[in-house]
């Protein structure tokens, strides 16, 4: 007898995703307005909590008491002027003029607050929005930069939606894009300077194969590679690495990672390809690569100090006057003699930054969280300007406190990626992986009063560590669907619940007034009292 056919079971139906990816790739114009939707929409987010009641408080929070002051003068005399005793008040009064012409001294290059300044010279001093603007306004664009970096490494809309989402929605980002600290405008710039990186790689390597495929002779590959010197965004991220360092001199760190990122990537591909010389060559082409870079560095660098080396008055402006150098640096103009001892004052006065802080927080604790920094606080008791808090009154506080979720499963997921990185040699997972390094490392090497809320330039790396990790709970395509599903599941309650707590976190992000008993339950740590 002849065995009967097995029913063929019926397939499965479509998941929501997999129908909205089907219907995508049918129609163009709606993934173009998917790809534009996507960060429009992200990015108006996070632009709305961060602008959101973003004059509150109307005093100078933490170090904005620096900062915000010393934009103004620095503003309207080209140096950082001297303010008298009692300036905050009468600053915050409206009182923006009591600063005089004596040179006040700053560690700090420029250029972070110039950028302040330009907020205070368009929506004016009486508004501390005005001192905050900038801030928020380079705070999202870290956002959308982010979103950019991750699509061009990865070309996945969903990816750089998610990394850059976490951004948006995340207190560390919150907060430090509602304060006028100089530490925003160095993530913005790191991130710039990165997502040129990318797009020099997606483009140079290319172009390297071609060229080495055809100059070889058979299947041998030629003795020597091309020396390349059109690429456009190697000096645009050595541009990018400028402004970091002439907001914050640790943007130096990110200038040489990427250096040695360039150099070692390019050696790589070159043995890869089979050039015969490949190590030296590489060493040929890093020397290209840093003459691209490293000047115009310089030149960005340089120019943040235009203001000091084009009056008189800024502090060590004429150090060099009565003991010029002579010999080998005597050409140097004594302008720049000065500024060069000017650097050496700085530098020597940042390594004796070593007073104790009620909010210090050593770089090898900050993987840990175990002390976030409070940037402004202020209690109310019951019945008085809408307190209904009780016995215990109410508070208000500005907590540089990133959610906690995030922060933890990111620095798991970035010592997943270095696991996952020595199986597969992904060059994305080193990127980020080296973004990491060159904005944490260099700090374990400082025995000086240091802060948790640095780690904001560290947080876009974290981040994408994190979308990585994710990613791969979600499961390729490759995976059979019950293991997709089961993936999916687990990211989207992941991503709920983060969402809940950045809901649950948002009010001490924003100075809102809650009663001290709410504040209490977002005590879990002792150090984040």
Not at 50 to 61: D, E, I, S
């Amino acid at each position: 007898m002849t065995k009967s056919a097995e029913p063929l079971l019926p397939a499965e139906p479509a998941s929501v995703t997999e129908r909205w990816q089907a219907r995508l790739s049918s129609q163009p114009r709606l993934q173009r307005l998917y790809g534009w939707a996507v960060p429009a929409a992200i990015t108006l987010l996070a632009l709305v909590l961060r602008v959101w009641n973003l004059g509150h408080p109307h005093v100078l929070v933490f170090d904005e008491t620096y900062y915000v002051k010393d934009a103004w003068s620095q503003w309207i005399l080209g140096y950082a002027g001297s303010w008298p005793e009692g300036a905050n008040e009468q600053f915050v009064a409206g009182q923006t003029d009591v600063f005089t012409t004596d040179p006040s001294f700053v560690v700090h290059p420029p250029l972070g607050k110039l950028l302040i300044g330009v907020g205070m010279w368009v929506f004016g001093l009486e508004s501390s929005f005005g001192w905050r603007i900038s801030a928020a306004l380079f705070g999202t664009g870290c956002v959308l930069l982010l979103y950019l970096l991750a699509k061009s490494m990865t070309g996945s809309i969903v990816f750089a939606g998610t990394a850059s989402f976490l951004l948006a929605i995340d207190g560390l980002g919150i907060v430090m894009s509602r304060v006028s600290l100089l530490d925003i405008f160095l993530t913005f710039f790191t991130i710039l300077a990165f997502w040129f990186v990318v797009l020099d790689r997606n483009r140079h390597l290319d172009r390297l194969a071609a060229r080495v495929a055809a100059a070889a002779a058979g299947d041998r590959g030629p003795d020597w590679g091309p020396l390349l010197w059109n690429r456009p965004w190697v000096i645009a991220a050595g541009a990018a690495a400028g402004a970091a360092t002439a907001v914050k001199w640790s943007g130096v760190w990110v200038l040489a990672a990427i250096g040695l990122y360039l150099v070692v990537t390019d050696a790589l591909e070159r043995r890869r390809l089979g050039v015969g010389f490949w190590p030296v060559d590489a060493v040929r082409q890093g020397a290209a690569s840093f003459v691209l870079l490293v000047p115009v560095a310089f030149v960005v660098y340089l120019a943040s100090w235009t203001g000091w080396l084009t009056t008189d008055g800024g502090y060590d402006r004429h150090s060099a006057d009565a003991e010029p150098a002579s010999g080998l640096f005597g050409w140097v103009p004594l302008a720049l003699q000065s500024l060069w001892r000017y650097h050496q004052t700085i530098y020597d006065a940042m390594t004796r930054i070593t007073a104790e802080h009620s909010y210090e927080s050593p770089a090898w604790q900050w993987p840990l969280l175990w002390r976030p920094t409070s940037m402004h606080a202020a209690s109310t008791i019951d019945g008085q300007d809408g307190c209904t808090g009780g016995a215990n009154g109410c508070l208000e506080i500005l907590y540089s406190m990133p959610n906690p979720l995030l922060w933890y499963a990111s620095i798991a997921a970035a010592v997943y990626l270095v696991y996952r990185f020595t199986l597969d040699r992904d060059w994305r997972h080193a990127l980020v992986l080296v973004g990491i390094g060159a904005t944490w490392l260099p700090w374990l090497l400082f025995d000086r009063t240091v802060f948790q809320f640095y780690t904001i330039v560290i947080w876009p790396f974290l981040l994408l560590a994190l979308t990585f990790a994710l990613r791969d709970i979600a499961g390729g395509e490759d995976a059979d669907r019950h293991r997709r599903l089961a993936g999916r599941r687990t990211v989207a309650v992941f991503l709920i619940v983060v969402v809940a707590l950045s809901a649950f976190w948002y009010p001490l992000w924003s100075a809102m007034q809650v009663p001290y008993d709410f504040y209490r339950l977002h005590n879990w740590l002792q150090g984040w009292v």
